[in-house]
């Protein structure tokens, strides 16, 4: 079984700075893709940004120059550094992760449980 622990929301005020950190844990055989997905009230479930296992990034237009995603691979951990905060950036913020648990034959995606960022004055 494999558990990914998000930590790093919170309210921080327009223009402000967070950082998120999830931590990948269990039978873990290898990682291809971490990423991190967020969902504002009343909208569906959208990618900010995913790191693949040779590090190419990619990211939504809308965090472009704000954000950086970062992989820590030796911890099995990715972070969100997010800058330049707006309250349109208000949402739970999703870890996600494609990996191998036991097998090389077999993927599977795993989900946090979600973090709040609240983006306010």
């Known amino acids: 079984q494999v558990q990914l622990v998000e930590s790093g929301g919170g309210l921080v005020q327009p223009g402000g700075s967070l950082r998120l950190s999830c931590a990948a844990s269990?039978?873990?055989?290898?990682?291809?893709?971490m990423g991190w997905y967020r969902q504002a009230p009343g909208k569906q479930r959208e990618l900010v940004a995913v790191?693949?296992?040779?590090?190419?990034?990619n990211y939504a237009d809308s965090v472009k120059g704000r954000f950086t995603i970062s992989r820590d691979n030796a911890k099995n951990t990715v972070y969100l550094q997010m800058t330049s905060l707006k309250p349109e950036d208000t949402a739970v913020y999703y870890c996600?992760?494609?990996?191998?648990?036991?097998?090389?034959?077999?993927?599977?995606?795993?989900w946090g449980q979600g973090t709040q960022v609240t983006v306010s004055s």
């Open positions: 790191i693949v296992s040779g590090g190419r990034t």
């Open positions: 996600n992760a494609d990996l191998r648990t036991t097998s090389w034959n077999t993927r599977y995606v795993y």
């Open positions: 269990g039978t873990i055989l290898s990682i291809n893709a």
